[in-house]
């Protein structure tokens, strides 16, 4: 299963970033494979709309799943629309939130908010 996740620097040792539309790289992770990769958002100095941007350029990377400690209620219609789940992380670190995806662990993130549009977020 492909998965993202917003990441602050594209490492594995990076920590989870808090923004969702704002985050400066999504981990890109095939739980079948292990193999990881970073996708650069472009989205995240856009004016207005990034968590949209954001949003349709993991749909348009087809993956299955998204794991982010929050989410705005435009970018979650994107991603629902796509049937892509939203799960809610357990904490900032990557490893321990795959970890916990691949046991079943982590729950649907059913809190939206409603988005910060262009008041930063962070």
Same mark, same amino acid.
């Given at each position: 299963? +492909? ?19 704002? $985050? ?19 989205? $995240? ?6 968590? #949209?941007?954001? $949003?349709?350029? *993991?749909? !348009?990377? /087809?993956?299955? $799943? ?21 799960? +809610?992380? #357990?904490? !900032?670190?990557?490893? !321990? /939130? ?6 079943? +662990? *982590? ?16």
């Amino acid at each position: 299963m +492909k998965i993202a996740i917003p990441v602050n620097e594209a490492s594995m040792e990076s920590n989870i970033c808090i923004s969702f539309g704002r $985050a400066p790289y999504y981990l890109i992770y095939e739980t079948d494979t292990k193999e990881s990769t970073f996708l650069n958002n472009i989205a $995240a100095t856009s004016q207005g709309g990034a968590g #949209i941007r954001a $949003a349709q350029s *993991l749909v !348009d990377n /087809n993956i299955e $799943a998204l794991i982010v400690p929050r989410s705005g209620g435009n970018a979650a219609d994107v991603i629902n629309q796509a049937n892509i789940k939203m799960y +809610k992380t #357990i904490n !900032d670190s990557i490893s !321990d /939130n795959i970890n916990a995806f691949n046991e079943g +662990k *982590l729950i649907l993130l059913n809190e939206i908010h409603a988005g910060f549009h262009n008041h930063g977020g962070k």
